[in-house]
Structure formats: structure tokens, C-alpha cells
């Protein structure tokens, strides 16, 4: 069983950062891999990106390579994304995820957070 609390979100304009937190309870946080999604105004939800258990491995979305930055701190129970140089196509809520598999795809998280607002102004 693992709960997930997403922080950080607000208000920015374009050019700003934001660092989002995602803070997990309950069983090992170690040995879950965990995902970023969005979910823009009026669009689908969007795989962002993804850290191994270990945090050996990340996977980004092409748009937000050199932008974003997944990152975790096991010991805390912790998953951030640093978001740098937003923009507003940026502008969705965006949830963590947790799951067994260092993935893109929401079927293999099982495990989500309600989700934190990102706006972006022009």
C-alpha cells in the first residue's frame, strides 16, 4: 500500500521554475519505480517522466529533456521534478506515480497521486 502527496505547484510566469514533490507513505518507496504526468486544460494525460527504484535511470519526453529533471531521495520517501525555463504549453496538473516498472506508460503505475496545479502565464 503506498500514498502519494504531490506539492509544489502554483503560479509562474514563463521562464520561471517550479520544483514539485511527491512524498510517499507506506510500503518500501525504494522499490518502486516513479513517473511524472500531466494532464494540460482540455487534453489527454501525458507521460513527463520516470525514475528507476534506484535512481539510476531517467526517462524524459523529448520536449522536456534539458527543462526537467527527475530526481529521488529514497531515504526521504521522496520524488522531485525540477522544472526550469516553463512554458505555457506547461500548464496541466501533474500527478506522481508509482509502480514496478521503470515505464512510460500509466498501465504500469498503479499507484497515483490527486495531483498538483502548474500554471504557467505568458
Known amino acids: 500500500q503506498v500514498r502519494l502527496v504531490e506539492s509544489g505547484g502554483g503560479l509562474v510566469q514563463a521562464g520561471g521554475s517550479l520544483r514539485l514533490s511527491c512524498a510517499a507513505s507506506?510500503?518500501?518507496?525504494?522499490?518502486?519505480?516513479m513517473g511524472w504526468f500531466r494532464q494540460p486544460p482540455g487534453k489527454e494525460r501525458e507521460f513527463v517522466a520516470a525514475i528507476s527504484g534506484s535512481g539510476g535511470s531517467t526517462y524524459y519526453v523529448d520536449s522536456m529533456k534539458g527543462r526537467f529533471t527527475i530526481s529521488r531521495d529514497n531515504a526521504k520517501n521522496t520524488v522531485l521534478l525540477q522544472m526550469n525555463s516553463l512554458k505555457p504549453e506547461d500548464t496541466a496538473v501533474y500527478s506522481c506515480?508509482?509502480?514496478?516498472?521503470?515505464?512510460?506508460?500509466?498501465?504500469?503505475?498503479?499507484?497515483w497521486g490527486q495531483g498538483t496545479q502548474v500554471t504557467v502565464s505568458s
Open positions: 507506506g510500503r518500501t518507496f525504494s522499490s518502486d519505480a
Open positions: 506515480a508509482a509502480g514496478r516498472k521503470f515505464s512510460s506508460k500509466t498501465t504500469d503505475y498503479y499507484y
